[in-house]
């Protein structure tokens, strides 16, 4: 059945802390106009489903709908734009951010010549054999999809077909385990790092990648919360679950996407280890902090949206100034004024543009910040008069 729908009929303890179920709600709708609603965990601040869908029947709607329903993904073509399937750049893109995968790999894992390496979802392996050709790994993959677990083998990929709970590797040890947008996915992501860590030998690398919530990308209930993504992780929510699987975090990595790269904790005892308010990296960054900052936002895409759209109208603009003294995520709130102000000044309205700078420069973010904002008030001042 292609129009398959999953249900959210679960209510799951918090995946990172496990301490409890309930949290402050942050969303209620998702991609593709679906219901998907999203609570920040009152513990440890994790954004995350609740209620979401089983296990079964996210299987159940990864064999069906969901093929459909991301048949049109697409990727950053080299020389600019955006490529999906039918496009003449498609192939070309697809395969360059394989190959920044690839590269993000071989950089954070430290990967050396001959060490061995397991990507978790490795679909068509097209990433592994980059490495291999690269670098001289032996490669190894895990991978749900029949079809593309072939294509990996073809590929000359030891690829295993079926999930990380099926898969036992007998007495075979990783030096490196990768996984891309995986971690999201899963149900128990604690279970299957705990798992994943018996497969690593002592000191192995474990290197992480997952849509980050504290950067989101579009709108919120429009486009960044999916009903297939269950939880929606930050460096900070990461690192916990980490620390309870028993890995030492060697570093995160805000760069959009949110990396990790984690070795194994020689010294941890019993797994999972027990949530402490301790584990949290900032005690700051509570249910409350991220629910703020979300509606920020929220807010600012909204009015970027509208403002490219009609033009700087005073309306807007005092709606602007006013989302401008809520606190929002850095990067986001300063790329949304600069990209602002700089389209005021191509629209020929620097008096706009110097408005929306002197709003910012007020708002309540670090001294840094706010120093940036105050630097370009002043430039636009000078363009103004
Ligand atoms: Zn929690």
Redesign the pocket.
Known sequence: MANYLPEATEVPL?P??G?SSSGLEVGTRGRFEMSVRNIA?D????VYQSPRPTQKAMAEYYATTYRDHYSDVGYNAPGGGYAVPGDAQFEVAKDSWHQQQAANAQKLGETKAGDRVLEIGCRHGRTLSLMRDAIGIEPYGIEPGLDEAEKARAAGISCFVGTIEDYDPGELRFDQIQSFHVLEHLHDPLAALIRMRSWLKPGGRMVIEVPNVYQPYGLLEENFFQNAHLTNFSASTLRVLLARAGYTVLLTLDYGALFAVATTDEQAGELPLPFVPGLLPNANESAIWVADRLKTYQILERLRVLLLATGPTMELLNELAGTLKRPGFIPHTVNTVTEMAEYFVQQEAPRAAMFVAVAASVGPYPAEVCSRFQALALQLHAIAA
């Open positions: 918090c990172v802390c301490v965990c513990h440890c601040a994790l």
